[in-house]
């Protein structure tokens, strides 16, 4: 995959997993991520450093706001958005998660994904603090389960658990994949063409925390 000569002296006594694209984390995000690079036909490899679950989009009660209701507008959802923001967001950032988001939610209502309907019909949206309509998707108190469950098992990809990611491989300004640990393989060198961080947020740089 790479010149010899652009190896890292450091690592090349490792053992060596080669891959197309390597995808840290497997929370809703990198879940996706690996979706998204599966239907390139790329080889997709995904490290985590528990079990698949153990991430805080398995744990997240909240549902997700999506406009997608018939009263419902992006532009309406846009708005709100930047009037709760208080002039601190991102006015193209909130617009591109806003239209983009919501177009991810309909990939997974087709997918299958079990949100609360009325009556066993129509998608149920509650309505929740800085939201000026009911655009809220829930599945009951553990929404962020249920997704998790669901891009598991849409996902195809290889799945090594117990990976614990030690450090980027970069040379010359590219990076070449992670260093890894895992307790009965030891040190390997996942070698990557492209590497997505998807490690979700800080709450380790925390002495307590309760991000898993």
């Known amino acids: 995959m790479t010149p010899r000569t652009l190896v890292p002296l450091d690592i090349r006594g490792l053992p060596v997993i080669d891959t197309d694209v390597l995808i840290v984390g497997s929370g809703s995000a990198a879940l996706r991520a690996a979706l998204a690079a599966s239907r390139q036909r790329r080889r997709v490899l995904i490290v985590t450093k528990k079990q698949s679950i153990d991430c805080n989009s398995f744990y997240a009660q909240g549902g997700i706001a999506a406009a997608l209701a018939e009263h419902d507008s992006p532009e309406s959802h846009i ?6 923001g208080c002039g601190l967001s991102d ?25 609360d309907r009325d009556g066993g019909r129509r998608l149920s949206f509650g309505l929740e603090g800085g939201h000026s309509i009911a655009r809220v998707l829930h599945r009951g108190d553990e929404t962020g389960a ?7 098992h849409l996902v195809k990809s290889r799945i090594l658990e117990n990976c614990f990611a030690l450090d980027l491989v970069t040379h010359d300004g590219a990076c070449w994949g992670v260093v890894t640990t895992h307790p009965k393989k030891g ?16 709450g380790q740089i925390y002495r307590e925390t309760t991000n898993p």
């Open 146 to 152: 249920m997704l998790e469950r669901e891009l598991l």
């Open 91 to 115: 006015p193209g950032m909130v617009e591109i998660v806003v239209r983009e988001g919501a177009e991810r939610v309909r990939e997974l209502i087709d997918a299958g994904a079990p949100f």
């Open 187 to 202: 040190l390997q060198w996942i070698r990557a063409r492209r590497t997505v961080l998807a490690t979700g947020g800080l």
């Open 79 to 84: 708005l709100d958005t930047l009037k709760v």
